[in-house]
Nanobody
Framework: VQLQASGGGLVQAGGSLRLSCAAS????????MGWFRQAPGKEREFVAA????????RYSDSVKGRFTISRDNAKNTVYLQMNSLKPEDTAVYYC???????????????WGQGTQVTVSS
């Protein structure tokens, strides 16, 4: 599956952004979709994941209550709505896909290119 993320940019602290990720190549509905991020000088970290039908989601503690992951299987697209952004949310955000929800939170099999999110204080 090929993944194309978009929607990153520069925003002030407290603001919002919505990332999108368009998938192609295989049946989108068969995959758990997710987001990871990597800040400068830090390791890549899990952000959120959503199962095939959208009935189950997972979030890291650092974004829980502020970020919302959703998907539109008809459009082969997954979204990450990011509210109340903080400077520590600054990172390159990566769209991911895997068939397993557990693996999706650790080391997904498919990765898209990143999109930069910068939150100014």
């Amino acid at each position: 599956v090929q993944l194309q993320a978009s929607g990153g940019g520069l925003v002030q602290a407290g603001g919002s952004l919505r990332l999108s990720c368009a998938a192609s190549g295989r049946t989108f509905g068969n995959y758990v979709m997710g987001w990871f991020r990597q800040a400068p000088g830090k390791e890549r970290e899990f952000v959120a994941a959503i199962t095939f039908g959208g009935d189950t989601t997972r979030y890291s503690d650092s974004v829980k209550g502020r970020f919302t992951i959703s998907r539109d299987n008809a459009k082969n697209t997954v979204y990450l709505q990011m509210n109340s952004l903080k400077p520590e949310d600054t990172a390159v955000y990566y769209c991911t896909a895997d068939r397993n929800i557990y693996i999706s939170t650790l080391n997904p099999g498919y990765w898209g290119q990143g999109t930069q999110v910068t939150v100014s204080s």
